[in-house]
């Protein structure tokens, strides 16, 4: 174990046992340029005329150095810290600390470190993620919000400790604020989203899953002063549900990434107005959402012609005239999750193979109606040679060897997935493996029983239950 004197410590696979001590470390801060920037090159250029004895020193400019610099991580800035005083100018110096990433070291992060880094990145720092910093509270975010106000991306993700006065400090001080992620915060409420909505208009990108305390009029309230929202991602959020959609598709028609995974409440009137509203929408998911019908489908065809990602996983209501509509309209459908639509059959998936020919991947997982006839016309459609990759179909009951002679010019298919699949036998797949020698095969096959002895007079067991 090497300690650093700035409170590093590592092993000898560069493996980080405690965080750097960015309280410690003395990031340079300088004086304010006209762009609000502050810049420490006079103290650069005075320590290098001080202690120019290094060769690299006084051979390569200064600038060149400190862009050099600028590539490093966390831990390589504070080991570069440690090599003399030229070093630590350089590498401490704050424009260094545009992007930090404290995710590794998320049992360690304190708030002292949070507030220490603040104040002397201050103006330099663009991205910061705390994810899982679970110490960090909202002291620590206040002052951060004060001294980082071109902050652009924050990842506050598992921050529990957080409340509803981390937000309302950004919404304060961080107009310039672009991305945001509060998923798993759980004490925040609507009061957190009427911040944001009030103060960080540049807001691109929002993650409030598994904020159950939030609600439409919380959304609503945040949409109506984020105009510019791209991506809103709301999975297991309860109280989301269609009135929180009628306000994304009222105020933010830009809108190209959903996400409403596990929102129950979710009904087809506010999957159709967001559809209707916008027509950008390239990935949408409404998995777990049962209520959602085949007129959901329908909307996104006649509305949203770019969509190249669905994920309708456990919606059991939807059928093949949903995905029929889709396939016919959007024909840069790329990837589809249909895990558990029990009710489509072969009509769907032959119309996704003529009528979608960029499909790169495709999970029909429980999809019981499935037959080796939908495989067939995949083998045999545009996606096949060039484009499929992944294909999901354990669980399928009727899915024979017969499906896996018909993947075999499928080029670039990496992976399969055939997990009870019962009629798929280890001959069929070393077929398949002599026309795709790279494929990634997963299937199980169940021990054979063992048969009864003739004559026993004692019941006979299988391994597993001998084992037990």
């Known amino acids: 174990m090497v300690r650093y004197s700035n409170g590093i410590e590592l092993n000898g696979h560069?493996?980080?046992?405690?965080?750097?001590?960015?309280?410690l470390a003395p990031i340079r801060n300088g004086s304010s340029s006209s762009n609000g920037h502050p810049t420490s090159q006079w103290k650069i250029t005075r320590v290098f005329a001080e202690h120019d004895e290094a060769l690299i020193n006084r051979r390569l400019p200064k600038e060149l150095?400190?862009?050099a610099f600028s590539y490093l991580d966390v831990v390589s800035l504070c080991r570069s810290a440690q090599v003399s005083k030229a070093w630590n100018v350089l590498a401490l110096d704050g424009s260094n600390w545009q992007k930090v990433d404290l995710f590794e070291f998320q049992v360690d992060i304190e708030g002292i470190v949070v507030e220490n880094l603040a104040r002397r990145c201050g103006g330099f720092l663009k991205s910061l993620s705390l994810n899982g910093c679970q110490a960090v509270g909202d002291s620590a975010l206040s002052t951060f919000a004060q001294n980082c106000a071109n902050i652009e991306r924050l990842n506050l993700q598992n921050c529990k400790k957080l409340s509803d006065r981390t937000c309302q400090s950004l919404s304060r001080h961080c107009p310039k604020l672009q991305v945001l992620?509060?998923?798993?915060?759980?004490?925040?409420?609507?009061?957190?989203?009427?911040?944001?909505?009030?103060?960080?208009?540049?807001?691109?990108?929002?993650?409030?899953?598994?904020?159950?305390?939030?609600?439409?009029?919380?959304?609503?309230?945040?949409?109506?002063?984020?105009r510019k929202l791209k991506t809103f991602i709301s999975k297991g959020c309860l109280h989301v549900g269609d009135e929180a959609l009628f306000n994304l598709a009222r105020f933010c028609p830009e809108l190209d990434l959903v996400n409403f995974q596990g929102c129950r409440n979710i009904q087809d009137d506010g999957l159709m107005e967001l559809a209707e509203n916008c027509p950008s929408l390239r990935y949408v998911c409404i998995s777990n959402c049962g209520h959602v019908t085949d007129q959901t489908l329908v909307s996104l065809a006649n509305n949203c012609h770019e969509l190249v990602t669905l994920e309708s996983a456990s919606v059991s209501q939807l059928t093949d005239a949903g995905f029929q509509a889709l396939a016919r309209s959007c024909h840069r459908l790329e990837r589809m999750?249909?895990?558990?639509?029990?009710?489509?059959?072969?009509?769907?998936?032959?119309?996704?193979?003529?009528?979608?020919?960029c499909l790169e991947s495709l999970s029909l997982s429980h999809c019981e109606l499935i037959t080796d006839e939908a495989i067939r016309h995949l083998g045999m459609s545009p996606c096949a040679s060039e484009n499929l990759t992944v294909l999901e179909l354990d669980n399928c009951p009727l899915i024979t060897d017969q499906s896996l002679d018909h993947l075999v010019g499928c080029h670039n298919l990496q992976r399969i997935e055939l997990y009870d699949c019962q009629l798929i036998t280890r001959a069929g797949i070393r077929r398949l493996r002599n026309h795709l020698p790279n494929i990634k095969v997963h299937a199980y096959f169940a021990p054979v029983t063992p048969p009864a002895s003739v004559g026993a007079t004692r019941h006979r067991y299988c391994r597993c239950c001998v084992i037990l």
Do not use: F, Y
């Open 65 to 67: 150095l400190l862009r």
């Open 181 to 226: 992620d509060i998923s798993s915060c759980s004490n925040l409420t609507d009061n957190s989203l009427r911040a944001i909505g009030h103060g960080c208009p540049m807001l691109t990108s929002l993650n409030i899953s598994w904020c159950e305390m939030m609600t439409a009029a919380g959304v609503g309230a945040m949409a109506e002063g984020c």
């Open 337 to 357: 999750d249909l895990e558990e639509c029990v009710l489509i059959t072969d009509t769907s998936i032959s119309q996704l193979a003529a009528h979608c020919p």
């Open 14 to 23: 560069g493996r980080k046992s405690k965080s750097p001590d960015i309280a």
